[in-house]
């Protein structure tokens, strides 16, 4: 599986964008996603993770009731809406698949080392 995160970008504070994570393969609806992010000087961070039916998704509290994933997995893509960013959410986000479509328990998926393919990540920055 390939990963190609999109959609960052430069945003006022309270702003919104759509991060987007493009997949190849045909196995793409079996893997669970997450999405972590990295800001600078500091290490890399769980933000959100979706089941690989879609079915169940989780957050980091510190995102939570601001950030939103989806998928779709006719297209084979994740999304990643955030909205009411903040300056603490400047960071490189990115978009990883685990191996299989969800994990018990479920908090499994906020462990970066659970994830086997990742993409490049995508810059998100929030100017206040």
């Known amino acids: 599986v390939q990963l190609q995160a999109s959609g960052g970008g430069l945003v006022q504070a309270g702003g919104s964008l759509r991060l987007s994570c493009a997949a190849s393969g045909r196995t793409f609806s079996t893997k669970a996603v997450g999405w972590f992010r990295q800001a600078p000087g500091k290490e890399r961070e769980f933000v959100s993770a979706?089941?690989?039916?879609?079915?169940?998704?989780y957050y980091a509290d510190s995102v939570k009731g601001r950030f939103t994933i989806s998928r779709d997995n006719s297209k084979n893509a994740v999304y990643l809406y955030v909205d009411s960013l903040k300056s603490e959410d400047t960071a490189v986000y990115y978009c990883a698949a685990a191996p299989a479509s969800s994990y018990s328990p479920f908090t499994a998926l906020y462990s970066e080392r659970l994830y086997n393919y990742w993409g490049q990540g995508t810059q998100v920055t929030v100017s206040s």
């Open positions: 979706i089941t690989g039916s879609g079915s169940y998704t």
